[in-house]
């Protein structure tokens, strides 16, 4: 094995090994961990380098020069080897460097630097100090060509961005469709009451007492509409939910008359109601839940020869409960998966969004909602939420 030897301040030297015939075992294992590290290193795109501190002469091995393009065994410089690293890469490698002779510590870096063939290249640096008698002597390390990774993680950081953007627009679009959703069924109860009061203004015999309770029944769809937006807002923007502590039937009493608007086929609505349950939950929004699961079951209903919804509460598992059961075609086998994700829908002029949101809703109570088939035909949603006292 023959090593070049060209010493000098700032010049580099560059190991050549070279088979020593007629050697003996020595030798020939020399030269095979020769074979393996020259194999090795070009796997692995990394080479090995050296400076003397006190000469700043440069020890490079062939795979640095590769990583550099530059000529094997070429004389280089320290100074000429950094004018190939891009600028703010060598401020960093520098003041490392500085740090690591003071403090004979080490240190690794990711440099960008253009090869003596003009090709940009991101290099992983290591570094650590040789010492002798309390003094910094030596740097030595490895250079690692890393562009591949480097250029896998900027297109993962590219996609990430990407992906954060489209769950934005997303998330944008899905509050757009929810407002949509919500306020759909106020507005729909305006426009039916304006048509009644309407009917019994062209009456010849004005009935004020009807058109008394139109304008009552309009004002409070209004004040409903506007505090969907209020409760809606307060969600979207983390604020405090305006919770109560209330026996539900009430709301659900409500909500399944709300939820008959614009429904003219007679459905027998059944109520089996526990009187002396009580949850804390914003009003609004656990009503919005169950005009949403009533509407829906009334749709399923509304083809079928039984038209029939039964809601009930009761307490299971320590848990207050409110099921809505019907006696429709019940939840199709394809639709079982995705029941709850947003924009899916198996109707005609369906957004998909119903059950999306009032399991978002369900859930910032701290409860649960669930969709079974019923064995007897038809389909089950239950809304689970802890009792008044636990919540
Ligand atoms: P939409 O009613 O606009 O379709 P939802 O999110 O409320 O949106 O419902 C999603 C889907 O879940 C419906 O399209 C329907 O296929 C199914 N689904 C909901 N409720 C019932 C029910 N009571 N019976 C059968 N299928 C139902």
């Excluded at 088939?373 to 008044?388: D, H, I, Q, T, Y």
Aim: aromatic residues 4%; hydrophobic residues 40%.
């Amino acid at each position: 094995m023959s090593i070049g030897t060209k010493r000098g301040r700032g010049r580099l030297l560059h190991i050549g090994y070279a088979g020593d015939a007629g050697a003996g075992t020595r030798a020939a294992s020399t030269a095979h961990y020769k074979k393996m590290y020259d194999r090795a290193s070009a796997l692995a795109r990394i080479g090995v380098w050296e400076c003397d501190l006190a000469t700043e002469a440069l020890t490079w091995t062939d795979g640095v020069y590769d990583l550099f393009e530059l000529p094997r065994g070429a004389p280089v410089g320290r100074d000429a080897a950094l004018d190939l690293y891009e600028e703010e890469s060598r401020r960093e490698m520098e003041a490392l460097r500085a740090h690591a002779i003071s403090e004979g510590s080490s240190f690794s870096l990711d440099v960008r630097v253009r090869t003596a063939k003009g090709n940009e290249r991101w290099i992983r640096l290591t570094a650590d100090v040789e010492r002798e008698n309390g003094r910094s002597v030596r740097l030595f390390g490895t250079k690692q060509d890393v562009t591949a990774e480097r250029a896998a993680q900027d297109k993962v950081q590219a996609l990430q961005a990407e992906i954060i953007h489209m769950s934005r627009r997303s998330a944008m679009g899905a509050m757009a469709a929810t407002l949509g959703h919500e306020l759909n069924q106020p507005l729909a109860a305006i426009s039916n009451y304006v048509a009644g009061t309407r009917r019994a203004l062209a009456k010849p015999a004005l009935d004020t007492g009807m058109l008394e309770s139109g304008l009552a029944a309009i004002e409070q769809s209004a004040v409903r509409a506007s505090k969907i937006i209020r409760s809606l807002r307060d969600m979207t923007s983390g604020g405090a939910v305006r919770r109560q502590q209330l026996n539900p039937n009430p709301l659900i009493h409500e909500a399944a008359s709300l939820a008959m608007l614009g429904i003219d086929e007679p459905i027998v609505s059944r109520f089996d109601l526990a009187e002396d349950i009580n949850v804390a939950v914003d009003p609004i929004q656990i009503q919005q839940v169950l005009i949403n699961l009533i509407k829906n079951a009334y749709e399923a209903v509304r083809a079928s020869a039984r038209r029939e919804v039964i809601v009930s509460t009761y307490v299971a598992e320590g848990e207050a409960r409110i099921r809505v059961d019907d006696s429709g075609p019940g939840i199709a086998p394809e639709m079982r998966d995705t029941l709850f994700e947003s924009f899916v829908s198996s109707k005609p002029d369906g957004m998909g969004v119903g059950l999306s949101i009032s399991r978002t809703i369900v859930e910032a109570h701290g409860g649960s909602l669930s969709a079974a088939n019923r064995k007897a035909g038809g389909a089950s949603f239950c809304v689970a939420l802890p009792l008044a006292e636990d919540a």
